[in-house]
């Protein structure tokens, strides 16, 4: 994903210009801040299902089975063990292989946002749906909330999906095949986890909201460390500009 020396300079975006300074602060606190309040209503609630969650989940589940159902089954897939973490961990072993050390390394930081959710399910400790409330694909025996799906793809494939689309040409088949694969990963990785009931709404917007906190923070440490430590190659391209 390094840019070479003889690609046009590509002028900052509006895109990348909102993840800059104050703005990028305040969206990891509203993000933050929503987390803390959908924690609040799950514990408040003695971590039973919301009116909300149970036609979520309704609506949801009466998607057609044969079509958008096989597809939200398989945006699940790439999320359970242990395919998850020979995903993670071939990206970042071919991004060394490359020779993109940086962005190996803030990518492996990236593949372990998951683990935030897990330390969190540890503590609220909320059941998953039952058979009486929702159609289960499988049952799990872990905490349902948040989901480690939604917190993982949001960390990780967020991550990606940065890498792609500040350091990738803009014209390049690679850049855009990234950034469609990993935006349609997030997007339904939710509605997928509540459409095999395993996960209530709540459960799945809490994942949304921690892993997109965690994927801003480490954008901002990654583009702090960039300003510090700018590669030689890419002092006069693009790309240097769309980490200061």
Excluded: C
Aim: charge should be positive.
């Amino acid at each position: 994903m390094n840019p070479t020396s003889d690609q046009p300079i590509r002028q900052p975006s509006r895109f990348i210009a909102l993840l800059r300074g104050r703005a990028i602060l305040m969206a990891i606190a509203i993000l933050a801040a929503l987390f803390l309040v959908l924690t609040w209503v799950v514990l408040a609630d003695h971590l039973q299902p919301t009116s909300w969650d149970k036609v979520t989940t309704r609506e949801i589940q009466e998607l057609p089975a044969a079509t958008l159902g096989r597809l939200l089954i398989a945006i699940s897939w790439p999320g359970f063990a242990p395919q998850s973490w020979i995903i993670a961990a071939s990206i970042v072993l071919f991004m060394f292989w490359q020779r993109w050390y940086t962005e190996a390394v803030f990518t492996l930081l990236a593949s372990l946002g998951s683990l935030l959710a897990e330390a969190v399910k540890s503590m609220v400790h909320r059941p998953r749906p039952t058979p009486d409330l929702a159609q289960i694909a499988a049952v799990l025996n872990s905490p349902s909330f948040p989901s480690g799906h939604v917190t993982g793809y949001a960390a990780l494939y967020g991550f990606l999906f940065y890498l792609a689309y500040t350091l990738l040409p803009r014209q390049s088949l690679a850049r855009w095949a990234i950034l469609v694969a990993t935006g349609v990963l997030m997007l339904l990785v939710g509605p997928s986890r509540v459409y095999m009931g395993q996960h209530w709404a709540s459960d799945a917007l809490a994942g949304y909201a921690l892993g997109f906190t965690y994927l801003l923070a480490l954008i901002e440490v990654y583009r702090a460390w960039m300003r510090r430590h700018p590669k030689k190659s890419e002092t006069s391209t693009s790309a240097t500009t769309d980490f200061v």
